[in-house]
């Protein structure tokens, strides 16, 4: 009883971290991947990792360009000659500095990547997926919890998180009656190359404050995406799922 048999997925980000274990435990379910990043080795490298490789495909996309988008979802059908009909986009970028200093080049940048390419994305699979009268197509868009609590640091980031829910909230209530989910998963701390760069005794101090007392993985968020994305979650939608290890601040 695999949870996503046979069913062509897209995911953004899908080089490295969530994205990457989203692809993972997505092929386990019975997924054909189209794995989507900036950086094609990573992505190539995401595909070389999959069990049976040659079910999958890598793309190199810029989310935050319209043009490399719309082409990367009709390369996808394409290749695979079906219609997509899941999608997770994962595909994000911080950076970071305090309010007061923050760049106008540093906010704009996160927003087109997190908030415009969250639109881009959306927007492209919907057109094609409500053309396609699937019986139940689902997106999940990775947001943050930081996007509900604000964090020191990531004013750009903290708008961008919480765009994606009022994105994902109006998505939903759009699309339902093309037979397409849309939910948001909001990760708390988890363990990625993203966060790798936190020095290691302020991870310490940020797992203590952490009810469950430790980082997340990737796979956890992962997890919940796959229940997400499958019919088993066939009620949900506009949902902004938490997985935090009980985090909010
Ligand atoms: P990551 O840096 O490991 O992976 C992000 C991936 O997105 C990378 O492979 C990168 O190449 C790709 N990417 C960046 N800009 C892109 C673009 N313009 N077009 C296409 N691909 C692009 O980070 P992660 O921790 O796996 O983060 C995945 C998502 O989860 C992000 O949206 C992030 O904001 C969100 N998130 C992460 C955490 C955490 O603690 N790690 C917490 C909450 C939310």
Redesign the pocket.
């Known amino acids: 009883n695999l949870l996503l048999a046979g069913r062509l997925a897209i995911v953004?980000?899908?080089?490295?971290?969530?994205?990457?274990?989203v692809c993972s435990i997505f092929a386990r379910e019975g997924a054909k991947l189209a794995v989507?990043?900036?950086?094609k080795n990573?992505?190539e490298e995401t595909v070389a990792l999959l069990p049976q490789p040659s079910n999958h495909r890598a793309y190199?996309?810029?989310?935050?360009?319209s043009a490399?988008v719309n082409s990367m979802v009709s390369q996808v059908q394409k290749d695979f000659g079906e219609v997509p009909s899941v999608a997770v986009?994962?595909?994000?970028?911080?950076k970071d500095s305090l309010f007061l200093h923050m760049k106008e080049q540093d906010f704009d940048d996160v927003i087109?990547?997190?908030l415009k390419?969250t639109f881009l994305v959306n927007q492209s699979l919907a057109s094609v997926m409500s053309k396609a009268n699937l019986p139940d197509c689902s997106i999940v868009n990775?947001?943050?919890?930081?996007g509900k609590c604000g964090n020191i640091g990531q004013m750009n980031?903290a708008a961008?998180?919480a765009g994606?829910i009022g994105m994902t909230k109006t998505a939903a209530k759009e699309l339902a009656k093309y037979n397409i989910r849309v939910n948001a998963?909001?990760?708390?701390?988890?363990?990625?190359?993203?966060?790798?760069q936190v020095p290691e005794n302020i991870k310490q101090r940020i797992a203590t404050m952490i009810p469950c007392k430790r980082?997340?993985t990737?796979e956890e968020?992962a997890e919940v995406c796959a229940f997400l994305a499958s019919p088993r979650s066939s009620y949900m939608t506009g949902a902004a799922v938490e997985v935090t290890g009980g985090f909010n601040f």
């Open positions: 953004t980000g899908g080089g490295s971290g969530i994205g990457r274990a989507v990043d900036l950086n990573s992505a190199s996309t810029n989310v935050a360009l490399e986009h994962s595909a994000g970028i911080i087109d990547v997190n390419g990775i947001s943050s919890i930081i980031y961008s998180k994606v998963v909001l990760p708390g701390f988890i363990a990625t190359p993203m966060t790798d980082m997340g990737p968020i």
